[in-house]
């Protein structure tokens, strides 16, 4: 068995943000239309600061508008709503992401619920899921999904019929869209979870293994089927020699790629593509608020 190709994220990232950038150009010549993108950050979590900083830095250069609402993790439920609510009816504004997770005191779901599905780039209100859950095509999906069906189609050069794939995880942000977009891709998918009897079997059996479940290299060689395609969706933190710390996925790496036929690595996977699927989807809600075709990125 030769080794699994890798799968490069980085890359193919770039491309896709190369495309935005294209279709932001022509949105600004020919519509005099900026998408903007507002990115509300509540309190002081390190890695939710890190990713947001890199979201603000990679949507300002792809030629859009970033705007910062950074609040205090003492801020009431009420005044982050009434924040929302405000974004939702400003004309620069045409994505809103409330970064997660929140301080215990504010409910995530009521301020999902509070915006404007249209400006919804994360994909997350209920009007986005149940469009995406009932195969429509006017559904916001969510970045970190739509990132691993970019990177699965051009692996499978555009056609997933028949393909068995297993989800690892049932989470709203990720396993739970994975397992809807790959249906309407039709493949045969099973979603597997902390419940399931002989998750290990599941697995192998999947022609397409999605992992999303934040259990550091919990997936090893043996549950893999040889030539599989393996997304990794998770990143965590794990001791390394030294004292020092390092990122992995929920794939045990080194092994599966061993067996499989592609991967994903973590860093450099699925990370970078879903940060270039927030900008393409905030052009795609720029547009439509606008009732522009989206031009070519081409
Ligand atoms: N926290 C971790 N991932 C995400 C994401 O995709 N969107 C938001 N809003 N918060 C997150």
């Given at each position: 068995m030769t080794e699994a190709k890798i799968i490069d994220?980085?890359?193919?990232?770039?491309?896709?943000?190369?495309?935005?950038?294209?279709?932001?150009?022509?949105?600004?010549?020919?519509?005099?239309?900026?998408?903007?993108?507002?990115?509300?950050?509540?309190?002081?979590?390190?890695?939710?600061?890190?990713?947001?900083?890199?979201?603000?830095?990679?949507?300002?250069?792809?030629?859009?508008?970033?705007?910062?609402?950074?609040?205090?993790?003492?801020?009431?439920?009420?005044?982050?709503?009434?924040?929302?609510?405000?974004?939702?009816?400003?004309?620069?504004?045409?994505?809103?992401?409330?970064?997660?997770?929140?301080?215990?005191?504010?409910?995530?779901?009521?301020?999902?619920?509070?915006?404007?599905?249209?400006?919804?780039?994360?994909?997350?209100?209920?009007?986005?899921?149940?469009?995406?859950?009932?195969?429509?095509?006017?559904?916001?999906?969510?970045?970190?999904?739509?990132?691993?069906?970019?990177?699965?189609?051009?692996?499978?050069?555009?056609?997933?019929?028949?393909?068995?794939?297993?989800?690892?995880?049932?989470?709203?942000?990720?396993?739970?869209?994975?397992?809807?977009?790959?249906?309407?891709?039709?493949?045969?998918?099973?979603?597997?979870?902390?419940?399931?009897?002989?998750?290990?079997?599941?697995c192998?059996?999947?022609?397409?293994l999605?992992a999303?479940?934040?259990k550091p290299q919990m997936i090893k060689a043996d549950w893999v089927?040889p030539g599989a395609v393996v997304i990794d969706?998770g990143i965590n933190r794990i001791e390394a020699e030294?004292?020092k710390t390092r990122l992995v996925g929920d794939v045990d790496f080194d092994a599966v790629k061993e067996v499989a036929g592609a991967i994903t690595p973590v860093p450099g996977g699925v990370?970078?593509?879903?940060?270039?699927?927030?900008?393409?989807?905030?052009?795609?809600?720029?547009?439509?608020?606008?009732?522009?075709?989206?031009?070519?990125?081409?």
């Open positions: 994220g980085k890359a193919f990232s770039k491309k896709v943000r190369e495309r935005v950038a294209k279709q932001v150009e022509r949105l600004k010549s020919y519509e005099k239309l900026t998408p903007g993108l507002a990115v509300v950050l509540v309190g002081e979590d390190s890695a939710s600061q890190v990713y947001v900083r890199n979201k603000v830095k990679k949507t300002e250069e792809c030629g859009m508008k970033s705007l910062e609402y950074h609040r205090d993790s003492d801020i009431s439920e009420q005044e982050l709503l009434t924040l929302v609510y405000s974004l939702n009816v400003n004309p620069e504004v045409n994505g809103i992401l409330v970064q997660l997770p929140l301080p215990k005191h504010i409910n995530p779901d009521k301020v999902i619920a509070a915006i404007a599905p249209e400006k919804d780039v994360d994909g997350f209100h209920v009007i986005n899921s149940g469009l995406l859950a009932t195969g429509s095509e006017d559904a916001m999906i969510p970045c970190t999904p739509l990132g691993c069906l970019l990177m699965l189609q051009d692996h499978f050069e555009g056609d997933l019929t028949g393909k068995r794939a297993v989800v690892v995880g049932r989470s709203n942000i990720v396993g739970k869209p994975m397992n809807a977009l790959l249906l309407k891709e039709n493949c045969t998918v099973t979603t597997v979870h902390s419940k399931t009897v002989d998750i290990e079997e599941e192998r059996r999947a022609d397409i999605i999303a479940v934040g089927k969706v030294e004292g990370g970078p593509m879903t940060i270039a699927c927030l900008l393409a989807n905030t052009v795609k809600a720029a547009c439509r608020q606008h009732k522009v075709d989206e031009p070519s990125g081409d």
